[in-house]
């Protein structure tokens, strides 16, 4: 690591020959793996863009000139070049960022990781430079492992090319997203990669027709007035440049010097340029070259020489997941499962490799999954939409408007909801079960074990007149949590007896917490009695009844307080006349830092003990005064 650690900013890269930028590469390389396998993070993704960040440093001037990611999460090497090399802590509490941070350096200029939104920072940042006379600052944006297929990058470019302001749009072209990217704008690329380019063709015809007497030169004019034309045929990228952005390459993403070489003239053109890269995910790393699934794109804590996890996690919440699809697809042949360019992340491959001809990837674009969705229900289908539950924030106007609206019946199943921890604010799945409680006729249930997961996504799949949603937590699943006892359409997990004090209502995940906060109040003196909803949304008619034969009732739920479930049941017991004293836990309206999940959930009080000491808390108040309680 000799060369890398002589390295503390972006102008240190401007000192080194050729030949030394290649062996700091390697280095680079080296270090992610041995760094990345010890704390997890995005792999796959850095080493495919090593060579590409350090033409950027190389050519543009960071933080002057605006170096933007998207997604962020192949930000790693960027983040080496601009001084931070203390990896022992990615995505560890009181460490780096997995994603920009600019809490981090003034070189991180946005902290994007949701997908296809690169462009529109750019556009913005660009006119601002022009409104405020910043004529020697360009903006470049990097787009890639996907990105370029959600509908918002095409939205961004069609206002670039329509200006002639400086802004330098790098693809990053390395045929995926988390697994091979697909689409016509995939298979666009995959041309441009694989035909001989038309500059070379160009460069020859030049040469040949100039050697031809008399009608050689008019012959090469007009060949070169035919310009558009050939460049179509030869190698068809007027998809670019009938946007009116001049387009340079491919370019060999892993040659610093032709890099450097393209960007210096897409720099100097002074308008809107494409260059674009071709790149290997997982470059000089053989466990993640190997790997056709993500080529490593996301890896746990690994051996750094297998590429093998270090620790076998027990079943998780995505497989049990990816099992029942299999099982209920075998005996619906209604039933057809979308992804957004996530196939194995949120469990759709073993379906989608026992039913092929059925399984629908529509690319880095919730907003068309829930549409394209709609209308496979319309057609007759029950469609099953599987994402992360913090991006399908991205299509709530389709959930509501296409969905909802014309009653169809389409499952959405949202994975790493809630806390997910160590990706940091973006990826914290705490807003769905807020923002889905004002969709009208929408029915929201969070299991709280496989169960329940099972048995729910067939009840879900099984509405075929309104959406309905399954959503549920990172990781392991843990051990089934039996019911003693069913109110309605709620599961009773505890009984506190005629005389209870409290009734804790216990949303998904958070059951065992519960049960052990019970556990906790019971050894002081106090009866609590807990309870699954199971389905959330709408609220059961029993609950009502059930809480006004208790003092008080605490919910807890993995969402954010602000319009979460606790909110909708404080507002069903007003409206039933119930003036039970309730306090809703749940996580604070607030962007959370990265950490690992128990030690977010520790810092915000949803634990055994955080949820106990609310609870004795209240009932103590009702046994003062219960008028100033409510």
Request: glycine share 10%; charged share 20%; aromatic share 6%.
């Amino acid at each position: 690591m000799a060369l890398l650690t002589r390295i503390r900013g972006p102008r240190d890269l401007d000192r080194l020959s050729p030949g030394q930028l290649a062996v700091l590469a390697e280095e680079i390389r080296g270090f992610l793996v041995e760094e990345v396998s010890k704390t997890g993070g995005h792999l796959g993704p850095n080493l495919g863009v090593v060579e590409l960040t350090i033409a950027l440093h190389r050519v543009f001037e960071s933080p002057k000139d605006r170096i933007l990611f998207d997604t962020g999460h192949q930000s790693y090497v960027h983040k080496i070049l601009t001084g931070r090399q203390d990896f022992s802590r990615l995505r560890i509490k009181g460490g780096l960022s997995g994603y920009p941070s600019r809490a981090e350096s003034e070189h991180d200029v946005i902290e994007n990781s949701h997908a296809s939104t690169v462009l529109g920072y750019a556009d913005g940042l660009a006119k601002a430079n022009e409104r405020l006379g910043h004529t020697d600052r360009t903006v470049v944006a990097v787009i890639g492992d996907g990105a370029l297929t959600g509908g918002m990058a095409w939205e961004a470019l069609n206002n670039i090319a329509e200006s002639d302001r400086p802004v330098i749009i790098v693809v990053n072209d390395n045929e995926r997203s988390y697994s091979p990217t697909i689409g016509g704008l995939a298979n666009h690329l995959a041309t441009l990669r694989t035909t001989q380019g038309y500059e070379r063709f160009l460069s020859w015809g030049k040469d040949a027709l100039q050697r031809t007497p008399v009608v050689g030169q008019s012959l090469f004019e007009t060949l070169h007035g035919a310009k558009k034309g050939l460049k179509d045929f030869i190698a068809p990228q007027g998809m670019f440049e009938d946007l009116g952005l001049k387009y340079v390459g491919p370019i060999d993403g892993h040659d610093v010097s032709a890099l450097e070489s393209a960007l210096k003239r897409a720099k100097g053109f002074g308008g809107p340029v494409i260059v674009h890269c071709l790149t290997q995910k997982g470059r000089g790393y053989r466990a993640a070259e190997q790997n056709e699934e993500d080529r490593f794109h996301a890896v746990p804590v690994i051996h750094p020489d297998t590429g093998l996890p270090v620790k076998t996690a027990g079943q998780d919440w995505t497989s049990v997941f990816g099992e029942e699809m299999v099982a209920i697809g075998r005996e619906r042949t209604d039933v057809v499962g979308i992804t957004a360019a996530m196939l194995h992340p949120v469990g759709l491959a073993p379906f989608a490799k026992e039913f092929p001809d059925r399984i629908y990837d529509v690319g880095i674009a919730e907003q068309h999954a829930a549409v394209s969705a709609a209308g496979l229900a319309t057609g007759g289908l029950h469609p099953v939409v599987a994402v992360y539950a913090t991006f399908l924030n991205r299509a709530f106007d389709q959930v509501l408007m296409d969905v909802a609206l014309h009653r169809c019946g389409v499952t959405f199943v949202l994975d790493r909801a809630g806390v997910t921890g160590t990706d940091g604010a973006s990826h914290n799945g705490m807003w769905d079960m807020s923002i889905l409680q004002v969709v009208p006729g929408l029915r929201l249930a969070s299991p709280r074990d496989a169960d329940q997961l099972r048995a729910q996504l067939r009840e879900a799949v099984a509405v075929e007149d309104a959406p309905t949603v399954v959503r549920y937590s990172k990781g392991s699943v843990g051990p089934a949590i039996p019911a003693v006892g069913r109110v309605g359409g709620m599961d009773v997990l505890r009984d506190g007896g005629a005389d209870a004090d409290v009734l804790i209502v216990s949303v998904g995940a958070m059951a065992q917490t519960c049960l052990d906060a019970a556990e906790k109040l019971a050894a002081q003196g106090i009866a609590a009695t807990v309870v699954d909803p199971r389905w959330v949304k709408p609220v059961d008619p029993e609950l009502a009844p059930l809480a006004a034969r208790h003092r008080a009732v605490i919910t807890v739920e993995d969402n954010g307080r602000v319009g979460g479930v606790g909110a909708t049941i404080a507002q069903a017991l007003r409206d039933a006349g119930v003036d039970v004293p309730l306090r809703d836990l749940g996580i604070p309206q607030e962007f959370l830092d990265h950490a690992s999940r128990d030690e977010i959930l520790g810092e915000i009080g949803l634990t055994p003990d955080g949820v106990a000491q609310k609870a004795a808390a209240l009932v103590a108040k009702v046994s003062l005064d219960p008028a100033t309680v409510l």
